[in-house]
């Protein structure tokens, strides 16, 4: 059993990057589409803080033998779905960077045929 200090501290660190989160959505620095993920994050941090028997069922349920097992697995699992996303992300600004360039070629092209 978790001792109850331990889930105090876990929950308050995760309501910690909450707040970090929603300062950044705030700012604009981060848009609301991007910032559900980290919010879908932390509310599965949190149940699994607050309720460690729901994780060592999942964990028991798949089949690792150590909890922390499954908990490396889950956390790498959700830094390749982070890179996959950043990654549609880049993909789709270098296209659309692409189309600008070509449009402002068009658009010089034709401002130096009208001179």
Known sequence: M?????????????????????????????????????????????????????????????GFEISSNFLFVLLIAFLFFICISLTIIVSEQKEQIRKLIQEISIIKSEKEKIS
């Open 2 to 62: 978790i001792d109850i200090k331990i889930k105090i501290c876990a929950v308050a660190g995760i309501l910690f990057i909450v707040g970090i989160i929603t300062h950044c959505v705030r700012k604009e620095k981060i848009t609301v589409g991007y910032s559900i993920v980290w919010y879908l994050s932390c509310l599965v941090m949190i149940l699994f803080s607050v309720f460690p028997e729901i994780f060592k069922f999942f964990s028991d349920l798949i």
